[in-house]
């Protein structure tokens, strides 16, 4: 079973505008989610992560919203450019559970010119 | 460069032959991890370490893999007598004890032919 989900596999933004990436999970006990962008034959680079104690949590052009009764997570990118163009991977942790990663399937994000 | 490094970048390997690669973790962090990526998924947590010890293995983590961490710095990941199914990208990533963010090397992309 899929811990963490992401629904959306792509997703295409034009240049300047606000692009969402959404994520849910279902294991109650993760406390810490974060944020990593992924760019073809590489490995992933963290973004923002956010605890589980807050609801926002803001750098630059990137925010992460945090739903814990919903149990929903979202990314904002204000605004969006070209170079954001990636996959990017929804996280979830277990602190009390050697803070391995459990991750989502991905969303493909193009930002077209 | 002060990031994770993995060796080799590329392995291509015959169905049954032994591979290992190396992972050299951030120089302070404690914790490393390895993760596998297929295509079109998100990274899937295979073994973490806390400085030597090797706390946590996954189930996907098969009789025919091995991983090491003989000095608490630098891990290697050993699969035996691979098969195609094992063919993916093979991610290292490190931490400090006690965060969830953890940083990435660009992974070894393992072909089985």
């Known amino acids: 079973d899929q811990q963490v989900k992401q629904n959306s596999p792509s997703l295409s933004v034009q240049e300047g505008r606000i692009s969402i990436l959404n994520c849910d999970y279902t294991n109650s006990m993760f406390d810490y989610f974060l944020w990593y962008k992924k760019y073809p034959a590489e490995g992933p680079t963290f973004l923002i992560s956010?605890?589980?104690?807050?609801d926002k949590n803001e750098d630059g052009r990137f925010t992460v919203f945090l739903n814990k009764s919903a149990k929903h997570l979202s990314l904002h990118i204000v605004p969006s450019q070209p170079g954001d163009s990636a996959v990017y991977f929804c996280?979830?942790?277990?602190?009390?559970?050697?803070?391995?990663?459990?991750f989502g399937g991905g969303t493909r994000l193009m930002v077209k010119p | 460069d002060t990031g994770v490094s993995q060796n080799p970048r590329h392995k291509i390997t015959k169905r049954g032959q032994n591979v290992t690669f190396r992972c050299d973790p951030i120089s302070e962090h404690n914790r490393l991890y390895w993760y596998r990526q297929t295509l079109g998924q998100g990274p899937e947590f295979l073994t973490y370490?806390?400085?030597?010890?090797?706390?946590?293995k996954s189930r996907l983590l098969s009789d025919r893999f091995s991983a090491e961490r003989p000095k608490g710095s630098f891990s290697t990941l050993e699969i035996q007598r691979t098969e195609q199914g094992d063919s993916a990208m093979y991610l290292c990533a490190s931490s400090l004890l006690g965060t969830a963010e953890a940083f990435f090397g660009q992974g070894t992309r393992l072909t089985v032919v």
């Open positions: 996280a979830a942790s277990d602190n009390n559970a050697g803070n391995m990663l459990t």
């Open positions: 370490f806390q400085n030597e010890a090797q706390l946590e």
């Open positions: 956010i605890s589980s104690i807050k």
